[in-house]
């Protein structure tokens, strides 16, 4: 009985992994997506879900065949259940501007809400959605709403948007099996398209000489999506600018002049709620310096500055890898934005409470953990510390990776290995 008792176990085991990993798309899913329309609201001490409509959507372009994915990055996760069986059929990761927020010292006196949307590929049959924080004080999943579905529901919108423009720029091939990264234009007038086309075309070619972007075009469409806009550029509150744009971009995001950013991720969706969408990227008109970027949310930066192909690297590599900021020593809105007593999700910092999980398996033997900074070797890899806007208690992998400074030796060994592994996700 000793020596059957691990045999079943194993079997077991290998069993549930089976039936985890076989999800049949086609079993739950038609080709359509269900979107879904939500507030995130409340402080610094408490935040709430507030459901606000559900619509369907023309086109399902993401993974068929990740549903559930191996990492769980990003400081809230929404899944969906098949309400007959209980099985769980989809899994999303993402983070918002709305938690960057809730770190401010502003959020300590005045509540907010933020409108935020979720997509999945349209359900077959009845399902039950739930919506997850992650719990700042141990790193674990808290759930914040669970809600039902019948997506036959005459009450689910299948009311069209505008439709704009689109040119492809980047033919890798079927939606489904690709990286769908769609660049649209913010603070653009209907005459400057010319110049946005002109303008994604150089930030594309800049994007595929980066590694490991170069290796792996194969596997991206890129489209530019023409969204016009009344005026040019975005709001600048510092110098007093204020424009009208399809997406509300703005300077000044949380008091610093260089973070560029929209609070609406709504009006965001509202541009590609027609266009095969894996990963947004918001091209706004202007020479001033700036960008923003947020996992599973959008990346954005301005067109006409000469950092231009540096910072969209950079703020790309948050929103579609979920790479954390590596730098320590500049200004930032946030407090106490890392529980160091947790292992933060990102891949390419740590705290050391489970560096096991990280890239402690890509170091060089007898490497020192902190290891010293050593200026004749930028790019020597290693445990340095500071990282996360915080100087003390975080480490990253090299002291000058593209997630510190604006670099054209681009990324460290580990962020590249965690780009593959978000390209590996949507077309393998």
Not at 169 to 197: C, H, L, R, S, W
């Amino acid at each position: 009985m000793k020596r059957i008792l691990p045999l079943i176990l194993i079997i077991c085991a290998f069993l549930t992994a089976e039936s985890k990993a076989q999800i049949r798309y086609d079993d739950y899913f038609t080709s359509k997506s269900l979107r879904i329309d939500f507030l995130l609201a409340g402080d610094c001490s408490y935040q709430k879900v507030f459901i606000d409509k559900y619509s369907e959507e023309p086109i399902w372009a993401g993974t068929r065949t990740n549903l559930i994915p191996s990492f769980e990055y990003g400081e809230y996760q929404f899944r969906a259940y098949d309400k007959a069986s209980g099985t769980e059929i989809f899994r999303y990761g993402f983070s918002t501007l709305f938690m960057e927020w809730r770190s401010t010292l502003e959020a300590k006196s005045v509540p907010r809400a933020y409108p935020q949307v979720v997509t999945m590929p349209y359900p077959k049959n009845t399902i039950e959605v739930e919506f997850f924080e992650r719990n700042k004080a141990d790193g674990k999943w808290v759930s914040m709403l669970k809600s039902t579905i019948d997506p036959a529901s005459m009450f689910i919108s299948k009311e069209s948007k505008a439709s704009y423009p689109r040119v492809k720029i980047v033919d890798g091939g079927t939606p489904e099996n690709k990286v769908d990264m769609v660049f649209v234009a913010e603070g653009y007038t209907k005459d400057q398209m010319a110049k946005f086309e002109k303008d994604v075309r150089f930030m594309v070619d800049y994007f595929f000489q980066r590694e490991p972007y170069k290796s792996r075009k194969g596997d991206f469409n890129v489209w530019a999506v023409m969204s016009p806009s009344e005026s040019v550029g975005p709001d600048n509150p510092g110098k007093n600018y204020w424009s009208r744009t399809p997406m509300a971009s703005t300077f000044y995001t949380f008091g610093t002049d260089r973070y560029l950013t929209t609070s609406d991720y709504k009006a965001v969706r509202d541009v590609v709620w027609d266009v095969p969408t894996d990963a947004i990227f918001i091209l706004t008109n202007t020479e001033v310096y700036g960008g923003g970027g947020i996992y599973n949310y959008y990346a954005m930066a301005s067109s006409d500055n000469r950092y231009r192909g540096e910072v969209m690297i950079h703020e790309f590599g948050h929103s579609f890898a979920g790479l954390g900021d590596e730098y320590f020593d500049s200004e930032t809105a946030y407090e106490d934005f890392y529980n160091l007593k947790v292992e933060p999700w990102e891949p390419n910092i740590t705290t050391l409470v489970n560096f096991g999980a990280k890239w402690k398996n890509m170091l060089p033997a007898n490497t020192p953990i902190p290891t010293p900074v050593d200026l004749t070797q930028p790019r020597k890899l290693g445990v340095y510390e500071g990282g996360g806007y915080m100087s003390k208690g975080i480490y990253r992998p090299i002291d000058k990776c593209q997630m510190r400074v604006n670099t054209k030796d681009g990324f460290c060994p580990v962020c590249q290995q965690a780009i593959s592994n978000a390209i590996d996700y949507f077309v393998k």
